[in-house]
């Protein structure tokens, strides 16, 4: 083992961690996606990591939370869009926690609660509404006013996406190289859905730093990211920390960052006809569920990278389904094929 290696084994491990979710997760063979003619194609049922409803950001949570508590902090601090899946599952961290949540959400209090946002409040999360700001851009301000209330807060960025955050996904790529070790070798490629970059950082560090036998696919889904390399910069900086983190000072080489821009739609969470293409056939040929904001968009990108033979037949790809689930009930019909834009 190199030297990075073993400083990295050791301080992942040493690291605060609090458990949240059941690891690890499923990973599922998917035959009928393609045929028996394309790529051999398996699900990585991150939408099942056991928190609240699932999905990825339990992974960064328990890394998170761990530091919070190490930290003597007694209310979590986050922020993003209204219908945060990140928020939810930072709630009901909380909640396993023992602690309070405050959530800084996009938009003006909606009359009807939906989705993620019933959710949140069956959590018991305090929410305060910030208009335009979807990216958590009033945390340090809730902060202080929760320090001045007397309360102990512990500040958690955009999507959990800090080199602590992104932990929890290099423990994911030792987890999924785990599980493809006992499968026939071929070259892997993870399709991912990426926004905030904590996701495809972490796995791209975890390959970085233990060799790790994968391609990392990212597919955006948020049309800002892609105005002056904004997210392949972001994914760039937090990789960088995070093998910092784990391996300080040792001298690691990243892997080459992968990013698709073809599937953002008319913009960040507007549902067109391929995220509802890509959920009907997830629902009716595999009898599982994909969301219309990221892993609807990340899927129809996988059916299309398919459709154009971008992978030959001796190729394995894995979906990381990466949650996302509430949004369809946010959605309703709107998301049934047929549907007018
Ligand atoms: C947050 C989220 C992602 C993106 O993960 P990042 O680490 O923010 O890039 C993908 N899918 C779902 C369902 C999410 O909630």
Known sequence: MTDARAIAKARLEEHPRLALGTFPTPLLPAPALFGFQGPEVFIKRDDLTGLAVGGNKARKLEFLVGDALEQGADTL?????????????TAAAATRA??????????????????????????????????????????????????KAGRTPYLIPYGGSNPVGALGFVVAGLEIAAQLEVLPRRLTHLFIAT???????????????????????????????????ALHDRIEDLARRTV?????????????????????????????????????????KLGF??????????????????????????????FWHTGGIPAIFHYGTDLLAGSVD
Not at 257 to 284: H, P
């Open 195 to 229: 926004s905030s970059a904590g996701t495809q950082a972490g796995l791209l560090a975890a390959k970085a730093l233990f060799d790790l036998p994968y391609e990392v696919w990212g597919v955006g889904v948020d049309r800002e990211d892609f105005s002056d390399n």
């Open 289 to 318: 569920f994909v969301d219309p904001v990221y892993t609807g968009r990340a899927f129809f990108g996988l059916m299309s990278s398919v459709r154009r033979n971008l992978f030959s037949p001796e190729e394995r790809i894995v």
């Open 77 to 89: 601090v986050t922020g993003g869009a209204a219908q945060s899946n990140h928020c939810l599952q």
């Open 244 to 284: 910092e983190l784990l391996a300080p000072g040792q001298a690691v080489v990243l892997p080459r960052i992968r990013l698709l821009g073809d599937y953002l739609g008319k913009g960040y969470g507007v549902l067109g006809d391929e995220e509802r293409e890509a959920i009907g056939f997830a629902a009716r």
């Open 98 to 147: 023992g602690m309070e949540c405050h959530l800084a959400l996009a938009g003006e209090k909606p009359e009807e609660l939906t989705g993620n946002l019933l959710l949140d409040t069956l959590l018991g999360a305090n929410l305060h509404f910030c208009g335009e700001q979807r990216k958590g851009e009033s945390l340090g301000a809730l902060g202080d006013e929760l320090t």
